[in-house]
């Protein structure tokens, strides 16, 4: 599964928009996933999980910055996400059918926030840029 | 089997009463074979779904999907027994349909996107996990009786 040029271009001003509210889609994510999936928590036991956490707010950050990384360097996703390809392969071992939870609450966030943007085409190229982006970070499981 | 309590019926049922089931239904159908286009080898005779304009305006698109939502509508009035309420359902998807249950979850999670987008920030977390648990205890209910 590659991205199309115009996927691409969707995909990129998207994030335009979803920068602009980079932190707090992070976190809303992470309380989402939370919430619907109560076995994603079992990765985090170290962690306050209350709505509003610092942590959980630092934690959202990062996983939407990484998302932001894999945008500015599309064209090579699997470069631009080695290092969190290994980390999540060796150390974090998170199983793969988490990824595609965590995915779908970044676009129910998404959709909630800008429901003009998220078209049907939107959503379409995010989905599978999502999925790609996954199977980055899974690629070396194995 | 699912079981939900008082406040998530509460939360459930007030949202899809402000649910435009015709157009949240056409708007679901059409995001599922925008998104995951796989699955349009249900609808071979459906005609133009060639672009995603082309499906979104597709007007058997928009007809199917305002009969899927209104369906699942049977659903919320019985929480407590959505496999009772399918079992009818669930044997036409599998003996005349011919469709794989996977769909019933990407179809679930797609309205759920839908329903986010359209109410927005009161679609809130606890909101989406109650309906997490319907999609999936619909999805549950019409794979079913499946053989």
Known sequence: MSLTKTERAVIVSMWGKISTQADAIGTETLERLFSSYPQTKTYFPHFDLHPGSAQLRAHGSKVVAAVGDAVKSIDDIPGALAKLSELHAYVLRVDPVNFKLLSHCLLVSVAARFPADFTAEAHAAWDKFLSVVSSVLTEKYR | ?147
């Open chain 2, 1 to 147: 089997m699912v079981h939900f309590t008082a406040e998530e019926k509460a939360v459930v049922t007030s949202l899809w009463n402000k649910v435009n089931v015709e157009e949240a239904g056409g708007e679901a159908l059409g995001r599922l074979l925008v998104v995951y286009p796989w699955t349009q080898r249900f609808f071979d005779n459906f005609g133009n779904l060639s672009s995603a304009s082309a499906i979104m305006g597709n007007p058997k698109v928009k007809a199917h999907g305002k009969k899927v939502l209104t369906s699942f509508g049977e659903a919320i009035k019985n929480m407590d027994d959505l496999k009772g309420t399918f079992a009818k359902l669930s044997e036409l998807h599998c003996d005349r349909l011919h469709v794989d249950p996977e769909n019933f979850k990407l179809l679930g999670n797609v309205l759920i996107i839908v329903l986010a987008n359209h109410f927005g920030k009161e679609f809130t977390p606890l909101v989406q996990a109650a309906w997490q648990k319907v999609v999936a205890g619909v999805a549950t209910a019409l794979a079913y009786k499946y053989h």
